[in-house]
T-cell receptor, first 111, second 117 residues
Framework: KQEVTQIPAALSVPEGENLVLNCSFT??????LQWFRQDPGKGLTSLLL?????REQTSGRLNASLDKSSGRSTLYIAASQPGDSATYLC??????????FGAGTILRVKS | DGGITQSPKYLFRKEGQNVTLSCEQN?????MYWYRQDPGQGLRLIYY???????QKGDIAEGYSVSREKKESFPLTVTSAQKNPTAFYLC????????????????FGPGTRLTVL
């Protein structure tokens, strides 16, 4: 059974710092991996989707990498801002369109 | 505006009651999903539907029921058999519920917070 783990569970950084969030998964037979953002009490917003054949995706200050063979992904946030404060969730897509989620990393960027 | 709506935003249930959470989408998506989120945990799949009049159990279907009579609607009923229903419930949809394209993503609604009194 696929298991997704995110480290750290929570992170607090000063504004302007570059940071890395980690995601690991136990079964490398995935179609893709996604990073989502969730604000308190809200739904999820997709940030980046990396197909299983890709190594990384970039969007603005965000860069996500995927090493399928080792079961790892990282989300890199450059020059963090207070508006980046949220919970970041990693999810892998298995057979069909089923997603398996990690528990998330709660990020707080202090001004 | 295209998107997914969930209602109500907050819902309170007395023990022994059944309650129904609404989920509607106007994205013309074939597939719809219900997830449960508990504090400190990731989302867990309750039920999903790949097409109208068809649905499958997810990982934690016990105590829940769904219907999919229309493409746009996928209501979730939390029955009295669900012993610990207090949680945040999220509905999602995607273009296709089958293999589809590897770039297909799920779009999420704003959620319903259910509390048992």
């Amino acid at each position: 059974k696929q298991e997704v783990t995110q480290i750290p569970a929570a992170l607090s950084v000063p504004e302007g710092e570059n940071l890395v969030l980690n995601c690991s998964f136990t079964d490398s037979a995935i179609y893709n991996l996604q990073w989502f953002r969730q604000d308190p009490g809200k739904g999820l917003t997709s940030l980046l989707l990396i197909q299983s054949s890709q190594r990384e995706q970039t969007s603005g200050r965000l860069n996500a990498s995927l090493d399928k063979s080792s079961g790892r992904s990282t989300l890199y946030i450059a020059a963090s801002q207070p508006g980046d404060s949220a919970t970041y969730l990693c999810a892998v897509r298995e057979y069909g369109n089923k997603l398996v989620f990690g528990a998330g990393t709660i990020l707080r960027v202090k001004s | 505006d295209g998107g997914i709506t969930q209602s109500p935003k907050y819902l309170f249930r007395k023990e022994g009651q059944n309650v129904t959470l609404s989920c509607e989408q106007n994205l013309n998506h074939d597939a719809m999903y219900w997830y449960r989120q508990d504090p400190g945990q990731g989302l867990r799949l309750i039920y999903y539907s790949q097409i109208v009049n068809d649905f499958q159990k997810g990982d934690i279907a016990e105590g829940y029921s769904v219907s999919r009579e229309k493409k746009e609607s996928f209501p979730l009923t939390v029955t009295s058999a669900q012993k610990n229903p207090t949680a945040f419930y999220l509905c999602a949809s995607s273009i296709s519920g089958s293999i589809g394209r590897s770039t297909d993503t799920q779009y999420f609604g704003p959620g319903t917070r259910l509390t048992v009194l």
